[in-house]
């Protein structure tokens, strides 16, 4: 019963130190990727993330772009840039972007002439090992 | 692979023992990816639906629009900030704190400034009593009330104090609490659209209500997990009635090929699209978002 009480605690402190340890993690790579967004473009209030076990995995972030907006589409993982892959694809699964043409841009921007629906879906570049936290964000302008 | 996002709600015992000892070693600044120790878990967050993830457009964008419409300020439209002291449960705290957001964000585009700082002291009394640290502390306030008339710079700050408190949420576990801000904002903006649309018609403003289609699905997506808490049952219920108006909403999209100007990092997408929205599904969307928002409201 007692070993049985404290392997219940031991499991619980685990629990909350993995919680924390995560979103500490979340949000160092989360402070780092918003300079990014610099302070020309108005955070869309939510932050996106995913733990992407390996470079086979990949995040899928769905979103609406509405015309005459400029995004900025800021990914990152870890505390240096590049090592996340980013594509976005519009509801037919076109090829709108990838910024693996680009050295890994860790933001880019998208000027949005109509509305649309699509897809950014996020993989961790293959040369980097391990696992890694994705997270990206999204900031608007409007287009002048 | 297609990805399964991962919540680290799962107890194992060795990724414990794991984590605990990596807790305490601190970070390495050096290294390119955050390692982590391999997680077996197949629970999904609120934005982690069948290992997707839903982005609800801010409110603040539409606001945009409706000034660019050229419809006047109405104060009317608005959720007056004094009554940010009647909502007495984390439901309706968490709504309403979305919809401050979005008022907050019209206001400031109307150059109110005024209105603006009692907006924030709404939407901030709703975030401390929600338990939401650091969205609007003390610098944040201090940082917006100096920047009282530089828009750009305000809305800049709101936009960050939301991301600060969705960042805050999730960390916590409480993604319940995350959707309904999501939820609240992108109802009031669709609030202003229909209430703009009615006083003056204008065909940009047209196409943003029936552009909320897709958006509306994927806020039904990310709180359908929470249908069986008496709460959220009926406000479910109301969006998915919603929807159901919305279902007639017709798209249709053409791809063009994008073009690219690597030298200024800018992908310009040129790809057309048209909504077909008839005046009767606007009014019944105007009817139905009165009638859901007037019962979170109060």
């Known amino acids: ?144 | 692979m297609r990805l399964k996002f991962i919540t680290l709600k799962g107890s194992f015992v060795l990724l414990s023992v794991t984590a605990l000892l990596t807790a305490g070693c601190g970070g390495d600044d050096t290294a390119n990816t955050d390692e982590l120790p391999p997680v077996d878990s197949t629970q999904t967050t609120i934005l982690n639906i069948n290992g997707e993830i839903f982005s609800i457009p801010s409110p603040i964008q539409t606001a945009f629009l409706i000034k660019n419409s050229g419809a006047a300020y109405s104060k009317e439209i608005l959720n007056p900030a004094s009554k940010s002291s009647d909502y007495s449960t984390n439901f309706s705290k968490a709504l309403n704190l979305g919809i401050y957001g979005a008022d907050l964000g019209y206001v400031t585009i109307y150059d109110q400034t005024q209105d603006a700082i009692g907006y924030l002291n709404s939407a901030k009394k709703l975030a401390d009593e929600l338990g939401v640290s650091g969205a609007f502390d003390a610098k944040t306030i201090e940082r917006f009330q100096k920047n009282l008339g530089n828009k750009d710079s305000m809305l800049v700050l709101v936009g960050v104090a939301y991301r600060s408190s969705d960042s805050y949420l999730k960390n916590n576990d409480r993604n319940d609490v995350s959707g309904l801000v999501l939820a609240g904002g992108w109802l009031e903006s669709l609030y202003f659209a229909t209430n703009v649309y009615k006083t003056k018609p204008n065909e940009d403003v047209k196409r943003r209500i029936a552009e909320q289609k897709s958006s509306l699905q994927s806020l039904i997506k990310l709180l359908t997990q929470y249908y069986s808490q008496p709460e959220y049952t009926e406000f479910i219920d109301n969006l998915n009635d919603l929807a159901t108006v919305f279902d007639g909403v017709e798209f249709k999209y053409t791809y063009e090929k994008p073009t690219t100007d690597a030298e200024k990092k800018l992908t310009t997408i040129n790809s057309k699209s048209e909504v077909n929205i008839t005046p009767e599904q606007i009014e019944s969307i105007s009817q139905k978002v009165k009638s859901i928002r007037s019962q979170i409201v109060g």
């Open chain 1, 1 to 144: 019963m007692k070993k049985g009480l404290l392997k219940l605690a031991f499991v619980l402190l685990g629990f909350i130190a993995v919680n924390s340890a995560s979103a500490q993690i979340a949000d160092t790579v989360a402070n780092a990727c918003a300079r990014h967004l610099g302070n020309q473009f108005i955070s869309d209030g939510q932050q996106y993330r995913a733990l992407l076990m390996n470079a086979d995995e990949t995040a899928e972030f769905h979103t609406t772009l509405y015309g005459g907006t400029i995004y900025r589409v800021a990914a990152c993982s870890g505390l240096s840039d590049g090592n996340l892959v980013f594509s976005v694809y519009d509801s037919e699964h076109n090829l709108l972007f990838t910024n693996s043409e680009f050295k890994n841009a860790p933001y880019w921007d998208f000027k949005i002439n109509n509305t649309l629906d699509c897809t950014i879906e996020a993989r961790l570049d293959g040369a980097q090992a391990g696992s890694g936290r994705a997270v990206v964000l999204i900031g608007f302008k409007q287009a002048k």
